[in-house]
């Protein structure tokens, strides 16, 4: 009867008999999967699974606490990088290699500590990047849509701005003599890197040209023009030019095209001020992969690098001639940020997982995600563990959902073996909701495989965010501080105290609590270590001392 003549409303159970797999179904009938589950036959040796379980206990168990001041820190942010995100990537980087894809591990799997952060707003139940970043680059929850400023300041009321600013961990590192940049796939004045570096009442004001008459009189200032102005920012990779130009501006990759011109009302050229700012500096701007390439990281002392007028390309569209990938732009930002003696702080975001999944392309999401933990990779590559605090977190998760049983091995962006009652087969990921619903005649249409937009429950121009916790994960010094489920904002103060930045000074000054001195003599022999912890343990001497006075 082919295939088409069956279909369920559950699912039972399952058998394997030659590794063709046999669906049972209510009532009675039996639908035969033409697939192969693709089970690596190892796995039926119950030694294999107990191999590799004691492996994996005997390196928790070999684990060292480290305590460690942070010289560096390598923040990765994948924006809109959900848990089932993750783990369909996980699969897809597998299945890339012609692997099976479950059993594969990520770079970020192998981060020794997991947390979950709850990322709602002062607002909404359901945040969005502007008030995410605020919380884990500022320390400070704030409402939707708006950079840099707490929960007293209005979206889109600039005179809610004033006074209400609050700085980032960007901002304390270069105080405290660190190198910084920021690496995106995005625009560099989107929400997530703006963060860094800019106040502003809406996250929409990316130029003048995008900003209220009202906003403008009362002295706001749009997010490019922040970029030069608030912080000596060492490394900017992204997009956006269109924002640094004046009105009409030509593309100097696509002259032709209108959209891509200049946006300025004010006249200003930012790349040009950027450039003579910097006078007296080896600074580069760049704006394609040939001049990005010639940047030789050990003379550069700034590089701003814009490859796309507004969002760079997905990976998978990438043109790998003009513009370079994550992994190449956040390889050349470590290289140039690593020359300081004093550390770095790098933030690398993965931008464009979110705007796939806003446009219901799994496929292209995952593609992200996959380069993005390329990216990871050569972050740890290039660095220490002694020495850098690596984060990998996702700002807010997306209504992606994976279900329907799978075959092992199965394509990740396939469909389900089971149909639905419609006698549809559907796709193992799917959206809540999104601009995949597509109901004709009261039924699903069949699945198309390319561009394929996966199925959403309820139609919505782009998908919405979700409001599950999502992961953080920490590997080098205080690495430990990012665990249990905690606040979002609580991601900003642990990162600080690690590098011993911004206004909690404790842990580089040996003010340290009773725990980690215990961990700082129990796991950390070297010279430095046991000099701290001395240090540490006057210190609470002298604070017992004192307190007795007090109480005297
Ligand atoms: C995976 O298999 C395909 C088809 O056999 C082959 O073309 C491709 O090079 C393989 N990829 C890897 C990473 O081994
Ligand atoms: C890259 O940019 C430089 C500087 O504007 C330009 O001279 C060169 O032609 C560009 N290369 C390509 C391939 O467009
Ligand atoms: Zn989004």
Known sequence: CGCRCVSTAEFQQRTHINQTYILVLPPFL??????????????????????????????????KLNTNVAKNILFFLGDGMGITTYTAARILKGQLQNQTGEETVMTMDTFPNV?????????FQIPDSAATATAYLCGVKTNLNVIGVSAAARNGVCKSQKGNEVTSILKWAKDAGKSVGIVTTTRVQHATPATSYAHSASRKWYSDADMPDAAKRDGCTDIASQLL???????????????????????????RDYSSRGKRKDGRNLINEWQSMKIGKVAHYVWNKTDFDA??????DYLMALFEPGDLRFEAERDPNMDPSIVETTEKAIRILQKNPKGFFLLVEGGRIDQAHHAGRAFMALHETVAFDYAIAKGLELTKEQETLTIVMADHSHPVTFNGYPFRGQSILGKSPLWATDMLPYTTLMYGNGPGHKITNGKRPDIQTKDYVQLSAVPTESATHSGEDVAVLARGPMGHLFQGVQEQNYIAHAMAYAACVGADQRHCQGQTEASVL?????NDRNAAGVARGSVALLGSLLSVLLALAVLV
């Open 30 to 63: 039996a639908y035969t999967k033409t697939g192969r589950s693709q089970r690596p036959e190892n796995e039926e040796n119950p030694e294999f699974w107990r191999s590799q379980a004691q492996k994996t206990l005997q390196s928790v168990l070999d684990r």
């Open 115 to 123: 947390g979950l952060a709850k990322t709602y707003s002062v607002d």
């Open 229 to 255: 102005k608030n912080t000596d920012i060492d490394v900017i990779i992204g997009g956006g030019r269109k924002y640094m130009t004046p009105k009409g501006t030509k593309d100097p990759e696509y002259p």
């Open 295 to 300: 940047v030789d990281p050990e003379t550069t």
């Open 518 to 522: 215990h961990s700082t003599f129990t």
